[in-house]
């Protein structure tokens, strides 16, 4: 609700009161002393999310599984005492599709991998834009396997169109805009980060990166992300 002007999202939010329907319906707003009706349910969302919101999140979506949210919870929360927004939508997703049987397999096995993805992708990213070669190669080598050509093309477009909008908008001025572009951008871009950034460079960046994608479409993909790396670290976009 937030993107949308004022006057529409009053109308909006008035037909979503009067919402009589099987669906549940969700949207966020920035709006907080906005009173809502009571067939609403208002969830406040912190930076993080505890074991008692996660439940409430969850059992929001999956009313079908609410009798095993408690055990899920539990398993869930031994090993950390909060979640980021991010990471309650992903495993929503993965629960949302999940059978029963497979629920203890995958907190006890795969969780801990989609966790660590997650984290070493901001990692990566963050070593990206602050231009430390030396840790950006050697994480790089640890972790490029992980993924396809593709994944990578997909990643390092949406960072670095994210990253350029973010500087524009914050060198105009606009930091609630930019504020809203800088989701799965490390923390500290829209601090300070962008600041240190150039657009051209960054325009640059992308163009190469969207070059390499028709390249490899095209069956050529012979280190492309290595020169990509070493024109990137070597000034070559400046």
Known sequence: MGIIPLKKSKNVASILEQY????????????????????IQNINVPATIDSHLFYE???LFNQSKKSRMPRLVNSLFKETNSLSLDQVCLLYEYFS????????????IHLPYVFESQISLFSLSYNFFTKNEKLFFKQW??????????????F??????????????S????????????????????????????????????EFVYTMDFLLKKGSSFCAFDLFYCNYFQGYFS
């Open 97 to 108: 599709v999940m059978p029963e049987r497979s629920e203890e397999k995958f907190l006890k």
């Open 20 to 39: 009589t329907g099987s669906h549940t319906v969700s949207f966020f707003t920035l709006q907080k002393d906005r009173s809502l009706s009571s067939n």
């Open 156 to 169: 390092w477009t949406d960072q670095l169109w994210r990253a350029y909008n973010v500087t524009k908008l």
């Open 171 to 206: 060198q105009e001025g606009n930091s609630i805009q930019a504020h809203k572009i800088a989701y799965r951008l490390p923390s500290f871009f829209i601090k300070k980060g962008w600041q240190k950034c150039s657009l051209n460079e960054l325009f640059k960046s992308f």
């Open 57 to 59: 999140l969850f059992s």
């Open 141 to 154: 080598k640890s972790i490029s396997k992980k993924y396809s050509e593709g994944f990578w093309i997909s």
